[in-house]
């Protein structure tokens, strides 16, 4: 028998030799046909090179689950654009800094979002870039009426397409991680791109995948994207609720999915005869990343849905370790061992490699590469030599199995989504109330973490109820929903190091001690 892999995968070649397969098993767009995706992207290249969309652009999309992220991405992906995904909870003065700092030529979004164009703020955004919208009335361009006429046929000129990802930096500016495209073939790059689902067992033509965390999420992206490679059809959900998800897996024979920690917590909350209800029999490979998941939760999931769930750790930079199910059962909270391809080392703080089981920062190193857009100092800074750091602490067993053991960055992440305090610290000093801030992450059985804001009051005011009630709403003016302390607390001071620095591991140590998990 051949081996599955030598068939031909990729969107593109999909497209081709199946163009009646399913590529869309159900979304709030309806279902799709290969065929049908794969023209609808071609009609976008066209329609965008029409308004004179140059090469290596960089095209936003602000939407919401559905069709429209991955029909934009795959133009991207065969006209040699640089897609970048935008979070739906940005305020306007957000994705103005994004879209500014990131250079972006157009911005692509549905009837939903749309009306961040209209709100105040509006004319800025579209001053800076070509706005698109799918549906509805609004002051930019009609997708619609940008595609009308444009033909399904594969365009000329064809080169793959790359990416950029953007989260807020630890000083609070944007950091675009750039991912630049091969500039080759994109029907031989999709292909290649399949072949990740040999990570992960992901079968050839063996779906469907299940899309239940947001689509703007580069972890998402990664996985509904090579999934659609791979030739698993998307069972996309418009927002996740646990329930739902169980009879989307049911309905639909779901084989692969993503998700995150938060999701599986739910998940476990459902009354047991409402798990009881639904069959999961069908699920192969879960991918879960994005966050530390506690060793119970995860031992919980497999009891429940057998050895069917894998993990992996790195980030946007790049992949970095897989732990296979029954690897991880043999060693509970390992992330895995290295991707091959990947050189994992644990350095310490002079840069010096360290052994077997000592602790230090965590550095790896992809052929792939990437680099921090229009920062050159945080580039260098992420590096030692062909080596860099997302951040964290851990250390490598005997066996080559790494374990994480804490962030060297303040960053904190809730439901599977980084943010950064000092975002957040930066508009609570803008209060004229406010003496010092810090921001931490402290436990949250929900998300994982839930964002606490410790608040030293300017000399002369009360810690007040009504304080942290306008503290609150002061950053609610502010930053997107999901950045927002979920409470206030206050101190007559707030700890600090001998060099003025924060001392927040004093602060977390209140709230984790007698939590399971160092994260």
Known sequence: MDDIWDRRLGIWYLAEDHPDAPAIAESPDGAWTYGELAGSAHQLVHGLRGIGTPKDAIVAVLAGNGVLPVQVSLACSEAGWNLLLLNTYLTPAELTTILEHAGASVLITDEAHGAVLDADGGTTIRSLATTIVRGGATAATSLEELCDGCPTSVPDSLAAGGMIAYSSGTTGAPKGIVRKGSGTDPAVA??????????????????PHLVSTAMYHGGSHSYYMGALNVGHALAIMPRFDAEETL??????????????????????????????????SSLHSVVHSAAPCPRVVKQAMLDWWGPVIWETYGGMEGAATIAKPHRWLEKPGTVGRAVRGVRLAILDDDGRELGPNETGHIYFGTAAGFSYHDDEAQTRAAHNGDLFTIGDIGHIDDDGY??????????????????????????????????????????DDDWGEQVLAVVEPRTGVAPTAELADDLLAHCADRLAAYKRPKRVEFRAELPRTDAGKLYKRKLRDEYWRDEDRAL
């Open 402 to 443: 790494l374990f994480l053991q804490d962030r060297a960055k303040d960053m904190i992440i809730s439901g599977g989504v980084n943010i950064f305090p000092a975002e957040i610290e930066g508009v609570l000093l803008e209060h004229t109330d406010v003496g010092d801030a810090a921001v931490i992450g402290i436990p």
């Open 247 to 280: 009879a989307v897996i049911e309905r639909t024979g779901v084989r692969s999915a993503y998700m995150v920690p938060t999701q599986f917590h739910r998940l476990l909350r459902l009354p047991d005869d409402v798990r009881a209800r639904y069959d999961v």
């Open 190 to 207: 999709a292909h290649r791109a399949a072949l990740f689902g040999r990570a992960f067992d992901f079968r050839p033509l063996d779906g």
